[in-house]
């Protein structure tokens, strides 16, 4: 097994399973079998009031009739567990414990309608808005304050003001953000709970996440999981974003177009290999103009490069 190289499917379970997670997940299987490497899902479920278990067992069930089979994390286990991030909110909190300490994030006490109020205020002066760094310095006193009128703070990161977050996409190239776009962003929010962006950075870089490839609606989120390893000292892995599925009028793909579940296709008599096949060539040019593989061959040729 190739140790360098490790790659994840990490869904979040709220609904059907999408084609277009399907073709991540497919994606990253690819790759991972390639690369002789592993694959690893994990479940995504901190949005508490989307997630179910009856969405969790729909993707694990169509990525098995796929014959996507994963090597590390939920139900098969591994040693970087727990899988489900709602059983990982102790690391969570360590991560962000030493970052408080360290002075590279801070109390946030501002109501929604002071960040809303700050938000049009910029919108009106033609800037794109971020947070105005209200709490970035707070006294003491002004902490007792806000204590004392029961408000209940997130927690912000501290994000450099100048300078670019860059990196190399896998499909894209080379892609830079504006630190200055950036912002004090939130990473815990005020129920305690951190955010996607937050958790997702802890877990790939504890689970030794060598290469994320994911959708394109993710790259905007990618400077600020590079401004969380950086802030946390970790190595920053490898990006590729996939552009999305789109239906034929260009918009991303949904009810309107037709079947967009894994189940649905299965339900109308489509066969696992065929919707592998199909896949894996939204996205993928294989060299030459063949339209059918096999498994092994998908496996043999498949290669980022060529997304
Ligand atoms: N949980 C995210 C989603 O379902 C995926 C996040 C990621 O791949 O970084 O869209
Ligand atoms: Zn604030």
């Not at 286990?77 to 360290?102: F, H």
């Not at 860059?166 to 815990?188: K, L, T, Y």
């Not at 937050?198 to 400077?223: K, Y």
């Not at 066969?271 to 096949?277: E, G, Q, R, S, T």
Request: aromatic content about 10%.
């Amino acid at each position: 097994m190739n140790k360098e190289f490790k790659v994840r499917f990490a869904p979040s379970p709220t609904g059907p399973f999408h084609i277009g997670g399907a073709r991540s997940a497919l994606f990253n299987w690819l790759v991972a079998r390639h690369q002789n490497g592993k694959f690893l899902v994990r479940i995504e479920d901190t949005d508490l009031a989307r997630s179910t278990r009856e969405s969790e067992e729909n993707i694990k069930k169509a990525m098995k009739w796929l014959g996507l089979y994963w090597d590390e994390g939920i139900d098969v286990g591994g040693e970087n567990g727990p899988y489900r991030q709602t059983e990982r909110l102790p690391l969570y909190n360590a991560a962000v414990q030493r970052l408080l300490e360290e002075g590279k994030a801070y109390y946030c006490y501002c109501s929604a309608d002071e960040l809303e109020e700050s938000r049009k205020e910029q919108l009106k002066e033609g800037k794109t808005p971020i947070y105005n760094n209200h709490c970035s310095h707070l006294t003491k006193k002004q902490i007792e304050q806000y204590k004392s009128e029961g408000r209940k703070p997130a927690i912000r990161l501290r994000v450099p003001k100048d300078g670019v977050f860059a990196f190399d996409d896998m499909v894209r190239g080379h892609v830079e953000f504006q630190a200055a776009g950036v912002g004090d962003f939130i990473i815990v929010k005020s129920d305690g709970i951190p955010v996607y962006n937050f958790a997702v950075v802890i877990d790939d870089a504890s689970m030794g996440i060598t290469h994320v490839i994911r959708a394109e609606e993710h790259l905007s989120n990618t400077p600020r999981q590079i401004a969380i390893y950086q802030a946390l000292g970790y190595k920053i892995p490898k990006f590729g974003h996939i552009s999305l599925i789109l239906g034929s009028d260009h918009k991303k793909m949904s009810k309107r177009h037709g079947a967009t579940s894994v189940d649905e296709y299965r339900k109308m008599g489509y066969l696992p290999d065929a919707v592998v096949n199909y896949l894996a060539l939204l996205g993928w040019s294989p060299k030459g103009e063949r339209e059918i593989f096999s498994r092994e061959e998908l496996i043999s040729e498949f290669s980022m490069k060529r997304v």
